[in-house]
């Protein structure tokens, strides 16, 4: 039985410390499905499916092996989604303390819910300080996000071709 695991977020939008952690767990899994959920506590910058797309071409710009499913998710818990491709582990990327206070009790409700196992992973350092929001902050204000996100996104932002 292939063993899946799910890496969930907002990817609003990618980054390469998101990528990096796609990378490393499609290393350790016969398959992992990345899915872009809707956070309601958030302001997209982005639609869904723009972002999908967006994640489909930096995995295959960077040229990441493994068998990756990309796909987006807005309709009830994510412990539904893992159930039903029979995925048992959630894997998030944790880059300080602040994430594990955010992450721990997501993790714990998902494993009462369904028994899903959420797994951290620590990504390169190099990308320790790289968040979505801020990503969105400098792109917004005109300055380079080349540094901090794949090359497909930053394209994407120096255009200004926002839906
Ligand atoms: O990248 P983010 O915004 O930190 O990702 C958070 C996300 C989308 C993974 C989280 O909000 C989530 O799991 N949402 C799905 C709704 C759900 O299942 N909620 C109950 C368990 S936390």
């Known amino acids: 039985m292939s063993r899946?695991?799910?890496?969930?977020g907002s990817f609003d939008p990618?980054?390469?410390g998101h990528l990096d952690v796609i990378e490393r767990a499609a290393k350790l899994w016969d398959q992992i499905h990345v899915?872009?959920?809707h956070n309601p506590g958030k302001t997209a910058l982005l639609p869904i499916a723009q972002r999908v797309t967006l994640i489909e071409q930096s995995i295959r710009d960077a040229r990441i092996k493994g068998d990756i499913v990309v796909t987006g998710w807005s309709v009830g818990l994510l412990?539904?989604?893992c159930t039903d491709v029979g995925a048992s582990v959630l894997v998030k990327g944790i880059r300080s303390q602040l994430d594990v206070s955010y992450e721990?009790?997501?993790a714990i409700v998902n494993r009462n819910l369904a028994n899903v196992e959420t797994v951290f992973m620590?990504?390169?350092p190099a990308h320790a300080h790289v968040s979505s929001s801020l990503v969105r902050q400098v792109a917004s204000l005109g300055g380079d996000v080349s540094p901090y996100v794949p090359r497909p996104v930053a394209e994407?932002?120096?255009t200004n071709e926002v839906d």
């Open 4 to 8: 899946i695991a799910v890496v969930p």
């Open 14 to 16: 990618v980054t390469l």
């Open 35 to 37: 899915v872009v959920v």
């Open 79 to 81: 412990v539904d989604y």
């Open 104 to 106: 721990t009790p997501m």
């Open 122 to 124: 620590l990504p390169d």
């Open 156 to 158: 994407l932002l120096q």
